[in-house]
């Protein structure tokens, strides 16, 4: 435990009333720095631990994309592979615009697609690839709004449409192509999909949702699993180090360091349009002495997000299981007090 980060997080969470965090910063080289304060659950005394898993929300996209590039890198896909190239079945279902989409547009926002299709939860039972094509077929029936790489939209759906397509090169659901070629090459082993735990104890922490009262109520749910290439991934702090110290340093800190080519490292954290980059938003900032990648991500009962600055070999993390009302103001907040240790 990081005496200053601890103090950092003992006061966010006085400070703001909320349940529990975890923050922390990474360093080539160095071990990690951690500092974690409050509780699983609101109304329990179990405490918030460093081990504790935490609910990334879209910071899964980060990790979808690197699955794209391993099955690039193993010559199953390329990055400027269409849809009806991948999903021929696909041509008499979706809209004509959408059969040109590359891989490497869903993967940065430019494929026009809607943030969210009506309803993640069809069919829900049924097998979750099953489910995706569902979604797919009658999610992308109508002309997009603008044409394919034209501009940005930010869209789970799409990256959802991704895990289609790598699904059908790969052979396997996205959870177990995500699991054998990201979480268990990188170590990844607290890694899981949906919420931490389970609904009948508190093993671990619960997300929680501010009502309209300002408390934060604890719930044990979940985006719909078909969601899951954008952002149903939940980690501890360590693993989650592990997986962006591995982006930071192209590599070098996984015991296979042939794991990805330093082009396909390079190739994810460039932006293709405006600040967009596979799985990451890249951005200049002045304390990190030039670009940085980042990304947020929340299931409206978590929220998370990391800042990597490659040119101090750094990274920042703060993950906390609550969110609604200020609490992405809050952690950006709690981010910059980190900057400033």
């Known amino acids: 435990m990081d005496k200053e980060i601890q103090a950092l997080s003992e006061a966010f969470v006085e400070e703001h009333s909320l349940p529990g965090v975890v923050m922390a910063i990474a360093q080539l080289d160095q071990p990690l720095r951690v500092g974690v304060a409050g509780v699983r659950k609101r109304k329990n005394t179990a405490p918030f631990s460093m081990q504790d898993q935490i609910h990334l929300g879209s910071?899964?996209?980060?990790?979808?994309?690197?699955?794209?590039?391993?099955?690039?890198?193993?010559?199953?896909?390329?990055?400027?592979?269409?849809?009806?190239?991948?999903?021929?079945?696909?041509?008499?279902?979706?809209?004509?615009?959408?059969?040109?989409?590359?891989?490497?547009?869903?993967?940065?926002?430019?494929?026009?697609?809607?943030?969210?299709?009506?309803?993640?939860?069809?069919?829900?039972?049924?097998?979750?690839?099953?489910?995706?094509?569902?979604?797919?077929?009658?999610?992308?029936?109508?002309?997009?709004?603008?044409?394919?790489?034209?501009?940005?939209?930010?869209?789970?759906?799409?990256?959802?449409?991704?895990?289609?397509?790598?699904?059908?090169?790969?052979?396997?659901?996205?959870?177990?192509?995500?699991?054998?070629?990201?979480?268990?090459?990188?170590?990844?082993?607290?890694?899981?999909?949906?919420?931490?735990?389970?609904?009948?104890?508190?093993?671990?922490?619960w997300g929680h949702r501010r009502d309209w009262k300002g408390s934060y109520i604890p719930k044990h749910i979940d985006n719909a699993p078909p969601l899951g290439p954008a952002g149903r991934v939940h980690m501890n702090i360590h693993d989650w180090a592990k997986f962006v110290m591995a982006h930071l340093s192209n590599g070098r800190t996984l015991n296979d360091e042939s794991y990805l080519s330093d082009q396909s490292w390079d190739y994810l954290h460039t932006a293709v349009k405006d600040k967009f980059a596979l799985g990451w938003m890249v951005v200049e900032r002045g304390w990190a002495k030039g670009e940085t990648y980042t990304h947020s991500g929340s299931n409206t009962f978590w929220y998370a997000t990391v800042w990597v600055a490659p040119k101090l070999k750094r990274a920042y993390f703060v993950g906390t299981n609550a969110a609604g009302g200020k609490v992405a103001t809050h952690v950006d907040k709690a981010v910059g007090n980190l900057i400033g240790l």
Do not use: C
Not at 121 to 148: C, E, M, N, Y
Not at 167 to 188: K, N, R, S, Y
């Open 59 to 205: 910071n899964t996209k980060a990790m979808t994309a690197t699955l794209a590039a391993r099955l690039v890198e193993q010559q199953k896909i390329r990055f400027d592979s269409t849809i009806i190239e991948i999903l021929p079945q696909l041509s008499n279902d979706i809209h004509k615009q959408y059969h040109a989409v590359t891989l490497e547009q869903l993967l940065t926002h430019q494929s026009a697609m809607p943030a969210n299709p009506k309803d993640w939860w069809v069919d829900h039972g049924q097998a979750v690839s099953d489910i995706r094509w569902t979604i797919a077929t009658t999610a992308l029936k109508k002309k997009p709004k603008f044409s394919p790489g034209e501009d940005i939209l930010y869209s789970n759906l799409g990256y959802m449409i991704a895990g289609l397509m790598l699904e059908a090169v790969g052979d396997a659901t996205w959870e177990v192509l995500i699991a054998q070629e990201v979480f268990t090459p990188m170590a990844l082993w607290s890694a899981g999909f949906g919420p931490p735990g389970n609904a009948d104890d508190v093993s671990q922490p």
